[in-house]
Nanobody, 122 residues
Framework: QVQPVESGGGLVQPGGSLRLSCAAS????????MGWYRQAPGKQRELVAL???????KYVDSVKGRFTISRDNAKKTVLLQMNSLKPEDTAVYYC????????????????WGQGTQVTVSS
């Protein structure tokens, strides 16, 4: 199994930026869709950004134009650049390294890590 390790979270003021990193291992990295999810207090975990093996990206509407997902196959790392952060972005962010599209939805098949806390507050 590939175990993700998330890092890069922290406390930032509104309008600030953070870059999250998800370290991965295993040969499966380069052939699967991968993405970032987040879970705010009292809310369900939601898909934030996804990148396919072909490099196609998908974002939840609330972060379009502000977040950018990318992958570094050589380093086996998935990144999430977050700019113009808002208080509503506050959540624990998780990455998943095996995501499939089925019956109109994206489903995670990979393991979950511990996540990294992102807090946006003045």
């Amino acid at each position: 199994q590939v175990q993700p390790v998330e890092s890069g979270g922290g406390l930032v003021q509104p309008g600030g930026s953070l870059r999250l990193s998800c370290a991965a291992s295993g040969s499966i990295f380069s052939i699967n869709a991968m993405g970032w999810y987040r879970q705010a207090p009292g809310k369900q975990r939601e898909l934030v950004a996804l990148i396919t093996s072909a490099g196609v990206t998908k974002y939840v509407d609330s972060v379009k134009g502000r977040f950018t997902i990318s992958r570094d196959n050589a380093k086996k790392t998935v990144l999430l650049q977050m700019n113009s952060l808002k208080p509503e972005d506050t959540a624990v962010y998780y990455c998943n390294l095996d995501i499939v599209f089925r019956s109109g939805s994206w489903y995670t098949r990979g393991s979950w890590g511990q996540g990294t806390q992102v807090t946006v507050s003045s």
